[in-house]
């Protein structure tokens, strides 16, 4: 267990949670991470002029602003950076803010993480174990699909990651290397959005590829296709 990330949102209970998510990360021998989760639908209602904030605790009712959201936010944010620090110290990276789509930036910023916290109801920490990231490869039998095989091998025992393959036109005996890893077999002409689908490119992943099939088709279709990924992609030559 190397990386712990503790997720809050605005509303969430801080202190008491940065706390329990410390003392859990110094039980595993963690490094402990906070991310402050800033929705951007809050922000876009804020700038509508009709939108009002009610209070918890009085009920009272005020016009709710962009600007006021602003200063709500940056002193929320320096509350959460204060409690981290005084838990975690002052190490480079343990707190961070994203905004954008929740869903998104928490996949997003959890890549890479073993262990994922969630604030539960009354201050209770829920989590999450996330799968470690893997190496995918995407080769074909031409001299630059063999040398996109050997470079994910490598890059899979260095990293201790899994490694999974997608193979277009190559042996059986090509796994003879790799008993452990997943493999996906494809005939010649597989269209490169079909084997896309056959790997997991989501944050965290890195993903090799053969040049010969990252350009093939020509155009800027693979291109872009590639570009749109959220994985790490090397394009290999």
Not at 45 to 60: F, G, H, K, N, T
Not at 106 to 132: I, N, Y
């Amino acid at each position: 267990m190397r990386r712990l990330l503790l997720a809050l949102d605005a509303q969430d209970r801080p202190q008491q949670q940065i706390e329990a998510a410390a003392m859990l990360a110094a039980a595993l021998g963690a490094r402990l991470e906070v991310l402050l989760l800033e929705d951007e639908e809050l922000h876009a209602a804020a700038a509508l002029p009709i939108m009002q904030e009610i209070s918890s605790a009085s009920a009272r009712t005020r016009e709710l602003s962009t600007e006021a959201l602003e200063q709500a936010l940056r002193a929320i944010s320096r509350t959460v950076e204060s409690g981290v620090r005084a838990v975690a110290g002052n190490g480079e990276g343990r707190f961070h803010v994203r905004r954008g789509p929740r869903d998104v930036a928490l996949e997003e910023a959890s890549a890479g993480v073993d262990l994922l916290l969630l604030p539960g109801r009354r201050g209770v920490l829920r989590f999450r174990m996330l799968p470690t990231p893997g190496v995918c490869a995407i080769c074909d039998d031409s001299p630059a699909g063999l040398r996109t095989l050997e470079l994910a091998r490598r890059l899979s025992q260095q990293t201790g990651r899994a490694l999974s393959l997608v193979l277009i036109g190559l042996p059986a005996q090509a796994e003879a290397e790799d008993p452990c890893s997943k493999r996906r077999d494809f005939p010649a002409g597989a269209s490169l959005e079909q084997l896309l689908q056959a790997v997991d490119t989501g944050p965290g992943n890195v993903l090799l590829i053969s040049r010969d099939v990252a350009t093939a088709g020509g155009g800027k279709g693979p291109a872009d296709q590639l570009a749109s990924l959220r994985c790490e992609v090397l394009v290999v030559g």
